[in-house]
């Protein structure tokens, strides 16, 4: 049965433990398949282009199904959103794991994972409130960050060892996550009985994405946001193809490692940010933001493992400093006009269009033979000028 949960329940609550390992198995899982299909890709001879292609599709279904996953995480209770979601991830897996088209399998985790991301991040809003919101976005980030190092590091372990025996550890991480969820508790649902006709739902979530983007707060969030993770994203593919120029090795695991350095980083970057930065204090997050930019100028012209690791570190560091705050602020000032579910789908939107923008064009440069350590710099270069740009219009 549906409850309303007490406000004033510790943060570390049994809802938020639940909500946490939840989201932890589920990014293991989204990190870990990740690099075990690019190796299926690898093993299938498809060309290096077709591997940004392979998250421009994940990232594709966000932005299709924007309209309406948010309506779907303010409508029913939101652990079992998360739970549909999950199940969704799992099928994608079993999909790629028995033989089928890889690219089909990932669009369908991508599916799964649109669904599922208003309600991981809106639960938030619902099982804790104000300042502590801050300090719950920064755990929900240590647990991502968390299974993204070990899922990524996992990932690339197990497809150099055994591709199948891989793809079945992703089922399986998957399935736990959906076995986590049932331990959330059913909360009344945010916002019940909004109309589910195509048209409606369409010009509901129109009408909530005007208000958050003529709202000067939660516009600067979902810019930040939004650049942060189309930069994020490509990044990882920009690591794939830079490793062997730069470093001379190309297995599966040492671009996996590299990004694990980024996830250590966040979770050292969120945790700063929970202590030094309040929701009146947003925006002193953004000089890191316009610093990593410039690391990544750096990161790019090094030649040395040992230094990119740490380069890398330094980046997170400065990436979960930057986004955790944003995150907090667009979830409660979302929360009181939009929903936090509706808040988080028009985040989601604009962040995954960000991010098929950024993948576009990496895709573009690679397929007309741009170097990888020039590729780098001129994406760290134009990061950092968009963010001091956004910043310098933050504060007219």
Request: proline share 4%.
């Given at each position: 049965?549906?409850?309303?949960?007490?406000?004033?329940?510790?943060l570390?609550?049994?809802?938020?433990?639940?909500?946490?390992?939840?989201?932890?198995?589920?990014?293991?899982?989204?990190?870990?398949?990740?690099?075990?299909?690019?190796?299926?890709?690898?093993?299938?001879?498809?060309?290096?282009?077709?591997?940004?292609?392979?998250?421009?599709?994940?990232?594709?279904?966000?932005?299709?199904?924007?309209?309406?996953?948010?309506?779907?995480?303010?409508?029913?209770?939101?652990?079992?959103?998360?739970?549909?979601?999950?199940?969704?991830?799992?099928?994608?897996?079993?999909?790629?794991?028995?033989?089928?088209?890889?690219?089909?399998?990932?669009?369908?985790?991508?599916?799964?994972?649109?669904?599922?991301?208003?309600?991981?991040?809106?639960?938030?809003?619902?099982?804790?409130?104000g300042?502590?919101?801050?300090?719950?976005?920064g755990?929900?980030?240590?647990?991502?960050?968390?299974?993204?190092?070990?899922?990524?590091?996992?990932?690339?372990?197990?497809?150099?060892?055994?591709?199948?025996?891989?793809?079945?550890?992703?089922?399986?991480?998957?399935?736990?996550?959906?076995?986590?969820?049932?331990?959330?508790?059913?909360?009344?649902?945010?916002?019940?009985?909004?109309s589910?006709?195509?048209?409606?739902?369409?010009?509901?979530?129109?009408?909530?994405?005007?208000?958050?983007?003529?709202?000067?707060?939660?516009?600067?969030?979902?810019?930040?946001t939004?650049?942060?993770?189309?930069?994020?994203?490509?990044?990882?593919?920009?690591?794939v193809?830079?490793?062997p120029?730069?470093?001379?090795?190309?297995?599966?695991?040492?671009?996996?490692?590299?990004?694990?350095?980024?996830?250590?980083?966040?979770?050292?970057?969120?945790?700063?940010?929970?202590?030094?930065?309040?929701?009146?204090?947003?925006?002193?997050?953004?000089?890191?933001?316009?610093?990593?930019?410039?690391?990544?100028?750096?990161?790019?012209?090094?030649?040395?493992?040992?230094?990119?690791?740490l380069?890398?570190?330094?980046?997170?560091?400065?990436?979960?400093?930057?986004?955790?705050?944003?995150?907090?602020?667009?979830?409660?000032r979302?929360?009181?006009?939009?929903?936090?579910?509706?808040?988080?789908?028009?985040?989601?939107?604009?962040?995954?269009?960000?991010?098929?923008?950024?993948?576009?064009?990496?895709?573009?440069?690679?397929?007309?033979?741009?170097?990888?350590?020039?590729?780098?710099?001129?994406?760290?270069?134009?990061?950092?000028?968009?963010?001091?740009?956004?910043?310098?219009?933050?504060?007219?």
């Amino acid at each position: 049965m549906s409850q309303p949960l007490n406000r004033d329940t510790p943060l570390l609550s049994r809802s938020m433990l639940a909500v946490i390992v939840a989201q932890f198995f589920s990014a293991f899982g989204d990190n870990a398949l990740l690099f075990v299909t690019l190796a299926v890709l690898k093993n299938q001879y498809y060309p290096d282009w077709s591997q940004p292609i392979l998250q421009m599709l994940f990232v594709a279904t966000y932005i299709l199904l924007a309209p309406f996953v948010g309506q779907m995480a303010d409508s029913f209770a939101k652990g079992r959103v998360m739970m549909f979601g999950n199940s969704l991830k799992l099928l994608g897996a079993l999909i790629i794991c028995f033989g089928f088209n890889p690219f089909l399998g990932y669009t369908l985790v991508g599916i799964g994972a649109a669904s599922y991301s208003p309600a991981k991040y809106g639960i938030l809003t619902e099982i804790t409130h104000g300042e502590r919101l801050v300090k719950a976005n920064g755990l929900m980030e240590g647990s991502t960050i968390a299974a993204i190092l070990l899922g990524s590091v996992a990932g690339g372990i197990l497809a150099d060892w055994n591709l199948v025996a891989a793809l079945v550890v992703c089922a399986m991480t998957y399935a736990m996550a959906v076995v986590a969820n049932i331990f959330i508790p059913r909360l009344t649902a945010a916002r019940p009985g909004q109309s589910w006709h195509f048209g409606a739902m369409l010009r509901s979530f129109v009408a909530a994405t005007k208000i958050l983007w003529r709202n000067g707060e939660t516009r600067f969030s979902l810019l930040g946001t939004s650049l942060f993770w189309g930069a994020g994203v490509t990044l990882r593919f920009l690591l794939v193809l830079w490793v062997p120029v730069a470093l001379g090795i190309s297995d599966n695991k040492t671009p996996t490692t590299l990004n694990a350095m980024v996830a250590i980083g966040i979770v050292i970057g969120a945790a700063a940010a929970a202590k030094l930065v309040t929701l009146q204090t947003v925006r002193r997050c953004m000089p890191a933001g316009v610093l990593i930019g410039v690391m990544v100028v750096v990161f790019a012209l090094q030649q040395s493992l040992l230094n990119a690791y740490l380069i890398l570190m330094l980046i997170g560091a400065l990436g979960g400093f930057f986004v955790v705050p944003l995150n907090a602020l667009l979830q409660e000032r979302g929360k009181d006009t939009v929903g936090s579910g509706n808040a988080i789908a028009v985040q989601n939107l604009g962040e995954n269009t960000a991010m098929l923008l950024m993948l576009g064009l990496y895709t573009v440069a690679i397929k007309l033979g741009a170097p990888a350590v020039a590729t780098g710099v001129g994406f760290g270069a134009i990061f950092a000028v968009a963010i001091a740009l956004l910043w310098w219009k933050s504060r007219r």
